[in-house]
């Protein structure tokens, strides 16, 4: 028995594994082209584990697709591979309309090919999950109600647009052919080995290395913040669960604006590594030209996965931001491996 997980060595896909094998033997074939962000030393505890394969391809490689389902013979695919990030959507959003659009396509058109070949049993036990996001949906109003399954997709990025195409490819498999798919739209990830693009581990780096910590516009923008290893709980939930053809939003109902964030990230810093001058890294904000098309708010309404699933997040924002900048403090030389040149000029283009 198997599960292939695509882009295994990313931030969240990473962190599935470790969870998925603190508790299982099963194999986990690991497909990741290793892109900028993509990253093997979060997976170095299992250099030597057997029941941890790595192959390095592109789900845009329906060659290498179709030998890895054919070589292992997968119960279930999780499919976490997508460029991620709006910021680099806005600058260059041909990669993203590559991997998120046309790499899903080659994934499930490869994989309905290797299911119509199962026998009846192992067809009606295998998944599909596709791993979404909230940003889908569009943006709320202050007062409106969170993101409910039945809204309607009204995505206002490059980056959000190219994850609704995929959800809605996902859901056309399943509808035309049958294929058992199951899709999940989850709200802001945080926590250990999280790309330091992404708002919460950029503050942490930008405060320890004396740096601006940019703000986007009036920083009231508000995101629901979900520790990453309450989302994996719920994947295995779906994956163990769910009923193919649905689709399950996964929130932490943790809604925050972007300055509650950096200065809550501030206090904890300022408790366990104070600034050497003795002020507060608050001193170190710095409000920045918005960027285009920025939506105001995203909220997840998480009842229907709780009610037919049995999930609901564990950790509260506090106890999982605490978590978190212990982490990056605990792991600066991660870090430091993984800036390179080329972030330093992006962060530098992106916030300037």
């Not at 290797?114 to 295998?126: A, G, I, M, R």
């Not at 810093?269 to 050497?276: A, H, I, V, W």
């Amino acid at each position: 028995m198997a599960i292939l997980i695509t882009g295994g060595a990313g931030f969240i896909g990473s962190n599935f594994i470790i969870d998925w094998l603190e508790t299982s033997n099963e194999l986990v074939i690991n497909l990741d082209k290793l892109s900028y962000a993509g990253n093997l030393e979060n997976l170095s505890c299992f250099d030597n584990d057997t029941r941890h394969k790595f192959i390095q391809g592109d789900i845009c490689d329906r060659a290498t697709i179709s030998s890895v389902l054919n070589t292992y013979h997968p119960r279930a695919i999780l499919n976490f591979a997508a460029e991620s990030h709006v910021d680099r959507s806005i600058h260059g959003p041909e990669d993203f309309i590559q991997t998120n659009i046309l790499g899903t396509f080659n994934l499930l058109d490869e994989t309905r090919k290797f299911w119509d070949k199962l026998d009846q049993t192992n067809k009606n036990d295998f998944v599909f999950l596709h791993v979404s996001t909230d940003e889908v949906y569009g943006t709320l109003k202050a007062h409106d109600p969170a993101f409910c399954e039945s809204n309607r997709y009204e995505p206002n990025s490059p980056y959000s647009a190219s994850k609704a195409s995929s959800d809605h490819l996902v859901r056309s498999y399943h509808h035309t052919y049958g294929l058992p798919t199951i899709i999940t739209n989850c709200s802001n990830n945080y926590g250990a080995f999280q790309f330091p693009e992404k708002l919460i581990p950029l503050i942490i780096h930008n405060a320890l290395s004396n740096k601006p910590l940019p703000i986007y516009g009036d920083g009231q923008q508000i995101r629901d913040w979900l520790y990453v290893s309450d989302h994996c709980r719920a994947l295995k939930l779906a994956l163990q669960s769910g009923t193919p053809g649905e689709v399950y939003n996964i929130g932490g109902l943790n809604e925050k604006t972007n300055l509650e964030i950096v200065e809550k990230i501030c206090h904890i810093l300022d408790s366990k590594l104070p600034r050497t001058d003795g002020l507060s890294y608050k001193e170190q904000i710095q409000f920045v030209e918005d960027r285009p098309g920025h939506d105001r708010r995203y909220a997840v309404n998480a009842d229907k996965i709780q009610k037919e699933l049995k999930w609901s997040p564990q950790e509260s924002f506090e106890s999982g931001i605490e978590k978190t900048v212990q982490w990056y403090l605990d792991n600066q030389l991660w870090v430091s491996r993984i800036i390179s040149g080329d972030y330093r000029d992006w962060v530098k283009r992106q916030y300037a």
